[in-house]
């Protein structure tokens, strides 16, 4: 087949064009295509179809088995297979060897059929191909972010005028979600929680919604409190490196994307956010994921926090039995004495700080300076225990190999910490997290609490 077949193939399967609609017409959608047909009984369909192979009509959204297509082969319970537009029904010279061999042996017969096609055999992006200007094609708008039900888009001003009617389109289109927001503002630039500014666009106003992520369930006002699915695999790696019986200090926890499934890890967190919404998500989710033996929440500004949790960890005791009920619950000979419990004992000092505030935390880095004054006893090398790690999260520009970006971020961390940061010591690691702009990315800075910060 030719490139100028190929190309008239793929456009006559293409929907209507009509690039003055806003508000979406579903019946606008309908076009008749002349095709041509195998038609076969119900005990030959699998294998004329394995046959047939390549002869077969191969478009997305469109079944290649149909209903014959006249009223007497349909009670007969035959079926029509949709074969290739190139080939003819009234002319065997298009028909491939395979094709002319059956008909031949009398297994099928190939007949007209008229194709019909709706708004529901094409997807979001033929739609939109159809309806928006030509001249912004070139970049339709695919990228959204999916919080439980609701579809979070970031439009660009020149797809403005057709919000509603994309919102409507990707409604249809993704089963799955029941509201479109659009986002008309900056993630913080109107509230210290992190929130944004939104539009409904289409579907239930309600933005009440359930998460799923790492084994653990959220629920929370989508408009309240901060979410983005997309630091998923983020959240992940950092869980990953705490250990059992260990102790976090969450400074920003927001509804507990860290400290829950910290929790189930039978890692003690103290989890804390200053948005009274977030927080009270955050002590939901500590319930309804049954980690409460591990997880506390707490409401406070996060630079006192840090200060204010280091002290009072070390006054406080906690011993959780974490013994299975399938070890309590076995039975053993009266001369055989019980396995021993299980018990996780709270640390006195933090393992692990996390700052999840990438706008804005560095500059509660200076909380740290003279954290542990007067208590070099409790670290090495008087102990086995060494100083936390600080896990702080923070914007900086874009470049390919991210060297200038990783050497403002030293040079931020010393600042903030009144100590020159050097790439090879306190296991300094600066982590490229994610692109949040064409201009822009997020990083983890992940080090070692210097002793010299810690003590002084």
Sequence with gaps: MSRAETSQISTMFLPPVNRTMRVIDRKFFQKSIPLAAARVTTLQIAQCRSQLGRDLLNIDRVAVMRPDPSDEGDAQGRKALLLQPTIQPNDSRTWSPTLQALVDEGRVSVVPYDLKLSYNNWAYLDIMAAVLPEADLEDLPTGFTIVGH???????????????????VLLDKNPTVRTIINKIDQVGSASEYR????????????????????????????????????????????????????????????????????????????????NPDSYARLVDAVRINKVTDFVKAFHEDGRSFIRSSAKDLASQERRVDVTSKKARKRSHPPDTPLPKPVVRTQPKVFDHYVMNLPASAMTFLDAFIGLYKGQEALFNPHTSKKLPMVHVYTFSTKSDDNKPEQTKIREELSQSLGHEMLPEENELEIFDVRDVSTAKRMFCASFRLPAEVAFR
């Excluded at 869980?239 to 189930?264: L, N, R, W």
């Design 150 to 168: 609701v579809a979070h888009l970031n439009l660009r001003a020149q797809y403005l005028p057709y919000k509603y009617l994309i919102a409507e």
């Design 195 to 274: 929130t944004f500014q939104y539009e409904l666009l289409a579907g239930d106003p309600s933005l009440e919604v359930e998460v799923k992520e790492l084994r653990c369930i959220f629920r929370f006002d989508y408009s309240k409190v901060y979410w983005n699915s997309r630091l998923n695999t983020e959240h992940e790696r950092i869980v990953g490196k705490f250990e059992p019986g260990q102790a976090v200090c969450d400074v920003m926890a927001g509804v507990g994307p860290f400290s829950v499934p910290a929790g189930k890890k039978q890692v003690f967190v103290w989890a804390n956010d200053l």
